[in-house]
T-cell receptor
């Protein structure tokens, strides 16, 4: 298993500003993921962040809006830029164990989430 | 494309009764299926998974799930519900290929009445 912490746990931001969310894992992991959970909705994958390479973004998500850093094997940040009320969501990071084909067998471990409200 | 469907937005059950939360899947190739639970104001917790082998999978907190290939289903079950089981439950499938990208269902809110 893995223990994951996120900072901040919640924030209220003004339109047009940015918020950076930190994700810290208690062990080294190759794959980290960032998800968005809009109010009353399911989870949507934003991007995959592997250490030493550029993040891979899913359809509908772009680097300019959601820049991601992955400086080492235990830490990542997600920035939500130029905030609008539509960005109000819970943002979760998760980690997956293993690499390549075997990674498909393994469950992900999720952080507690960051609840963002944009006014 | 891989997908999962959870046909029920909410399931209500009395404490002590058996519960079922439904999930059907659509995949090409072998399905890798997962159940997660989300308690209020908390992140997701892994419950169980089906990769291969025995169709009945046992997981955390007394939950189990039955993989049914002919019906393309992976329903979550528990013989006797507890009030503390009340939470949001998500079924998920691996997107495919050499990745563990997860595609989540829409979630089912389980409400267990005392």
């Amino acid at each position: 298993s893995a223990v994951i912490s996120q900072k901040p746990s919640r924030d209220i931001c003004q339109r047009g500003t940015s918020l950076t969310i930190q994700c810290q894992v208690d062990s080294q992991v190759t794959m980290m993921f960032w998800y968005r959970q809009q109010p009353g909705q399911s989870l949507t994958l934003i991007a995959t962040a592997n250490q030493g390479s550029e993040a891979t973004y899913e359809s509908g998500f772009v680097i300019d809006k959601f820049p991601i850093s992955r400086p080492n094997l235990t830490f990542s940040t997600l920035t939500v830029s130029n905030l609008s009320p539509e960005d109000s969501s819970i943002y979760l990071c998760s980690v997956g164990k293993g690499q390549g084909a075997s990674s498909s067998y393994n469950e992900q471990f999720f952080g507690p989430g960051t609840r963002l409200t944009v006014l | 494309a891989q997908s999962v469907a959870q046909p029920e937005d909410q399931v209500n059950v009395a404490e002590g009764n058996p519960l079922t939360v439904k999930c059907t899947y659509s995949v090409s190739g072998n399905p890798y299926l997962f159940w997660y639970v989300q308690y209020p104001n908390r992140g997701l917790q892994f419950l169980l998974k089906y990769i291969t082998g025995d169709n009945l999978v046992k997981g955390s907190y007394g939950f189990e799930a039955e993989f049914n290939k002919s019906q393309t289903s992976f329903h979550l079950k528990k013989p006797s519900a507890l009030v503390s089981d009340s939470a949001l439950y998500f079924c998920a499938v691996v997107q495919g290929g050499a990745t563990n990208k997860l595609i989540f269902g829409t979630g089912t809110l389980l409400a267990v009445q005392p």
